[in-house]
């Protein structure tokens, strides 16, 4: 008996210890004190709206090209018997150089073959001449016949007509004899060649492609949509206008070239000359044509190379030149192209602007705006009018260190 009330009492008494301990933390334990968050205002970066001049600048590239490029051919036919050191690949040439000699002796045999004839048809047109006199005198005594007349006159004629051909023919002999020698027709440049001495060459045979150097032309794509930023000379009939005057020629904007050559950037001034002929129609592209003047001359001042045909180029046109716009970071411009005016309250104020062009890490403005503005720099799309917000430089230190974490 006194064994199983023990068994019944040992339980009951753990369990009334454990129920004790519990109730003691519970009677000791500290309540958090309840805190409510603080409501921030979304934190902001602004910048100074202060308007400047500004300059538009049309991005654009391409690769460099003679402005015209020919093919060397001989019009006779002969054996070479000289060649210029300049008629090589690479080599330069001014207007007028000789650059290639056919062998001439049958040509000059031509020429002394030319002049007897004409020399013999001088004077068979010299005899039918004084014949032709003398019967018109015969004629007028009334002692010639008409017949012997008509026949003297047709012997004139055709006297006349060979003495014509005699000069035609002594003329194209010279000429042929000229073109033994070739010269060159513009200042240029031989792109390659495939001629030398004792090679016999056929008339009409490419022996040398060849290109100038006077100047050189780069064409560059431009959208469409870029124009408007470029001052470009309407393009209409060659000395007309709209209204039927005449209209004086106008210079296309300037252009700054740029290239890697041997591991450096150089840079070469040009001048847009011209449009081409029509805009793509399917990538609504206009090309514009970029002239350098002598590129391949030498500038001690600045060292750099020539620009040579076929160098790929970066280009950067001028374009019109804004006397009062402003320049913003591009998170200034909100979604729907607004900005978000800062005013003395702290309070955003939504302002429609009118967007000129956005680049990538800017975007220009051209009204909508006043000069000291403060306007936001930070993306918000979610903001409403009169929102108030807080700006970075203005928060006091230990508020900025919170933001920060």
Known sequence: MKTSTKKILVPIGILGLGALGVGLQL????????IV????????????????PFAFVVRAQGTVVPRSESDLIPQVAGEVVWVSPSLVSGGFFEAGQPLLR???????????????????TESEESRAGKHRDRQRHLAKEGVASE?????????????????????VRLENARRDLARTEIRASYAGRVRSESVDVGQFVSRGMPIAKLYAVDWAEVR?????????????????????DPNGSSAPEEEGPSVRLSAEFAGQTHQWMGRIVRTEGEIDSKSRMVTLVARVEDPYGADPATGRPPLAV?????????????????????????????????????????????????????VVIGGGIEAGDKVCVTPLPGAIDGMQVRVVGEMPDAESERAGT
């Open 310 to 362: 076929g160098l790929f180029v970066r280009a950067e046109i001028a374009g019109l030149e804004v006397p009062d716009a402003f320049v913003l970071p591009r998170g200034a411009l909100q979604e729907d192209r607004s900005i978000l005016v800062l005013d003395a309250e702290g309070r955003l104020n939504i302002r429609p602007v009118d967007v000129l062009r956005m680049e990538r890490d800017e």
């Open 147 to 167: 017949a012997r007349i008509d026949d003297a006159e047709n012997a004139y004629r055709v006297a006349e007509s060979s003495l014509r051909e005699a000069n």
């Open 27 to 34: 009677a000791g334990r500290v309540v958090p004190e309840t």
């Open 102 to 120: 056919l062998d001439d002796a049958d040509l000059r045999a031509s020429v002394e073959s030319a002049r007897a004839a004409l020399a013999r």
């Open 37 to 52: 968050p603080e409501k921030l205002a979304p934190l902001i970066q602004v910048a100074s709206a202060e308007p400047r």
């Open 220 to 240: 560059l794509p431009v959208p469409d949509r870029e124009l408007r930023y470029l001052e470009l000379p309407l393009t209409y009939r060659p000395g007309r």
